[in-house]
């Protein structure tokens, strides 16, 4: 069965503290995203890869950096988390050929106070 | 990115058809239409795409207009664990073609 793992479902962080969110995924994907979903914004892209050590912006990068050393992982670091980044945060990949179906994980709620 | 238009919110009843629409007036001749679905509390999961021809799978049917401005998702017989946020997206062939852009989708309520 097709996975794609997210570190931890809850997560409570303080304001100005560094958060790291892990995705992995088992699918030997290429491409990897981050989004995050709010009430009402619906989802909206953070950053994605498409390859090992490659990135690119989404819609919202600010405030916001990632990582990608190894094919399977995708970090999303918060360098100094604020309130307005309490969110779900989801993680998807998709292969490079095909469909490019995304396939996601089942979400980080993020809560900074 | 082209933009999608969905009703905010559908009603269906159990074990009956559900017709969800998608205006797309703007898609381009490389644009493939594709459907994804959240369930409650969980991301979101694929459903189905196409192109020009309609198409069918397990989950579902999809229904594309001749102009392809419209196209239409058939859940054949609704059940309770149909009922979820239904997206509408459109995926460009070329250039950044893994990027979708998530609209507000119609939320579907299934009634016993």
């Known amino acids: 069965d097709v996975k794609v793992t997210q570190s931890s479902r809850y997560l409570v962080k303080r304001t100005g503290e560094k958060v790291f969110l892990e995705c992995v995924q088992d699918?030997?994907?290429?491409?990897m995203f981050w989004y995050r979903q709010d009430p009402g914004l619906g989802l909206r892209l953070i950053y994605f890869?498409?390859?090992?050590?490659?990135?690119e912006k989404g819609d919202i990068p600010e405030g916001y950096s990632v990582s990608r050393e190894k094919k399977e992982r995708f970090s999303l670091i918060l360098e100094s988390a604020s309130t307005n980044q309490t969110s779900m945060y989801l993680c998807?990949?998709?292969?490079?050929?095909?469909?490019?179906?995304?396939?996601f994980g089942p979400g980080t709620r993020l809560t900074v106070l | 990115d082209a933009k999608t238009t969905q009703p905010n919110s559908m009603e269906s009843n159990e074990e009956e058809p559900v017709h969800l629409p998608c205006n797309h007036s703007?898609?381009?001749?490389?644009?493939?239409i594709h459907w994804y679905r959240q369930l409650p509390s969980q991301g979101p999961e694929y459903v189905i795409h196409?192109?020009?021809s309609n198409v069918n799978n397990r989950m579902a049917s999809l229904a594309i207009a001749e102009d392809r401005k419209s196209s239409t998702l058939i859940l054949h017989r609704a059940t309770l664990r149909d009922a979820a946020v239904y997206y509408c997206?459109?995926?460009?062939?070329?250039?950044?073609?893994?990027?979708?852009?998530f609209g507000k989708g119609t939320l579907l309520t299934v009634n016993p």
């Open positions: 998807a990949s998709s292969s490079r050929t095909g469909s490019n179906e995304q396939f």
């Open positions: 699918m030997d994907h290429e491409n």
């Open positions: 890869s498409y390859d090992v050590k490659m990135k």
């Open positions: 703007t898609i381009s001749g490389t644009d493939y």
């Open positions: 196409g192109l020009t």
């Open positions: 997206i459109l995926r460009s062939r070329g250039g950044s073609n893994y990027k979708l852009t």
